[in-house]
């Protein structure tokens, strides 16, 4: 377990690099924001980790995600659910996290409605595109976008805030860096679809070892493991360009 010091050094480099990318960008830092996925965290190490300049925390499984908010562990900062969400495990989650970023078909989908509407509540969530096509990976494939779209738009209980991705983690940085404009270019296609309830203005998309790259090309939500390595200087993509690649 890293220490107090360790935790809120690792933040502060995070941070940093961050903003660096940001303004790289032409960009205000403050309008990226770092989530930091707690997977295997306990309680005490995510409630420590919420003293710190993080905005918002990251659950993978619903046991977790119970554990925690129950133990009151974020402090009152948000969470998000960034797994695969079985849909067994929707009623405890929705809720719970302010959003979903991993809905990836029209029957989960469907689910978190019921499930929101249970409990009187308007439910935000983002898609999740498997942007590297890959058969491991869940999430719905670029061309599916748009009908879930619809169907997000059609469903009384829901709000449609954006788009998640995970790149293949064999892609080079280049291709990385290709990955996350093609995320950018859809959701510049969704927002220009003008829906009456969504409200497309999320990116979440760039982990510890490409989150740079993503900040370059508009991810708005990036999320990191608050651990050492993720402090180590990584600005190749920003020496290379200063502004967004064309998607």
């Known amino acids: 377990m890293a220490t107090k010091e360790q935790m809120a050094r690792a ?31 306990t309680v005490e190490e995510v409630r420590e980790s919420a003293l710190l300049d993080i905005d918002l925390f990251g659950e993978n499984h619903e046991q977790e995600l119970t554990e925690k908010s129950d133990a009151g562990a974020y402090l009152g900062k948000p969470s998000h659910f960034i797994g695969h969400l079985q ?33 009187g509540l308007t439910q935000d969530i983002l898609i999740e595109i498997n942007i ?30 954006g788009l998640m991705a995970i790149p293949p983690a064999g892609a080079t940085p280049d291709e990385t860096r290709a990955f996350f404009a093609e995320m950018r270019g859809l959701l510049t296609r969704l927002q220009e679809k003008h829906y009456q309830t969504a409200l497309p203005d999320t990116l979440s998309m760039g982990m510890s070892s490409d989150f740079e790259a993503a900040i370059l090309e508009g991810a708005t939500i990036v999320r990191i493991g608050t651990d050492r390595k993720s402090t180590r200087q990584n600005s190749s993509h920003i020496r290379r360009s200063r502004m967004p690649s064309s998607a």
Do not use: F, Y
Not at 138 to 156: H, I
């Open 11 to 41: 933040v502060e480099g995070i941070r940093a690099r961050m903003a660096q990318a940001a303004r790289a960008a032409g960009r205000d830092p403050a309008d990226v924001l770092l989530c930091a996925a707690c997977k295997t965290r």
């Open 87 to 119: 849909t067994n495990k929707v009623n405890k989650v929705v809720g719970r996290v302010s959003m979903i970023e991993s809905v990836d078909s029209e029957h989960l989908l469907r689910k978190v409605d019921a499930a929101a509407a249970r409990l």
């Open 132 to 161: 590297g096509a890959e058969a491991s990976k869940s999430g719905v494939a670029p061309e599916g976008l748009w009908s879930l779209a619809e169907a997000a738009e059609a469903a009384a209980n829901l709000r449609l805030r």
